[in-house]
């Protein structure tokens, strides 16, 4: 157990609905990190927040945001749904604001657009 | 540039044998190093990390291995078991750009 900790484990909606995928980082640590893995692909960078503020921003697509709230959990909105945003969505942490430390995972969020 | 590299997508091995997965890397003024397990439908787990300055680093049943000259990352698993059938990511800190670059993976599968 990494403790991160990401809700919901199992997501199954619409084309064009909106999700929102809940992520709590492990006690002490200011940075979180939204990773999307496709089916049998590598992990893309979407976006990075550290002690609430966005950091650093990867291949996240205009119809997605995030945030990060004052007790450091993170939120990350998914709009106009499309059946290619189907994928495990990842939230990893770390202690600092450096993207180059150990990140740890999270179990995953698995989001099935039908 | 920014790339991560798995010399094999896949690999299979022998319960009991020891399994060594490769990855390269092309960027010389990468200073850390992470290599993850990812076991089907969980997140990754963190299993050993090495920096630019360390040739060699042990952990429990665990071995990487960093060659700077050719670039070349490789983790040694000792004595594999059912349980280390995952898929591994080496990942990648470049100096500088301060953020992980990870490589597509590698599956390992144990025949019994």
């Known amino acids: 157990d990494s403790g991160v900790t990401q809700t919901p484990k199992h997501l199954i909606t619409a084309t064009g609905q909106r999700v929102t995928l809940r992520c709590s980082p492990r006690?002490?640590?200011?940075?979180v990190y939204w990773y999307q893995q496709s089916l049998d692909q590598g992990l893309q960078f979407l976006i990075q927040y550290y002690n609430g503020e966005e950091r650093a921003k990867g291949n996240i697509l205009e119809r997605f945001s995030a945030q990060q709230f004052p007790d450091l959990h993170s939120e990350l909105n998914l709009s106009s749904l499309e059946l290619g945003d189907s994928a495990l969505y990842f939230c990893?942490?770390?202690?600092?604001?450096?993207?180059?430390?150990?990140?740890?995972f999270g179990p995953g969020t698995r989001l099935t657009v039908l | 540039g920014e790339s991560v590299g798995l010399h094999l997508p896949t690999l299979s091995v022998q319960e009991g044998d020891n399994s060594i997965i490769n990855c390269a890397y092309s960027n010389s003024a990468s200073d850390y190093f992470i290599w993850y397990k990812q076991e089907s439908g969980k997140g990754p787990q963190f299993i050993i990390d090495i920096r630019s300055n360390m040739d060699k680093r042990q952990g429990q049943r665990v071995t990487v291995l960093l060659n700077k000259t050719v670039k070349h990352l490789s983790l040694q698993i000792a004595a594999t078991q059912p349980g280390d059938s995952a898929v591994y990511f080496c990942?990648?800190?470049?100096?500088?750009?301060?953020?992980?670059?990870f490589g597509q993976g590698t599956r390992l599968t144990i025949n019994p």
């Open positions: 006690s002490g640590d200011l940075s």
């Open positions: 990942a990648e800190n470049i100096q500088g750009a301060q953020k992980l670059v």
């Open positions: 990893a942490s770390s202690t600092h604001r450096s993207g180059g430390d150990t990140q740890y």
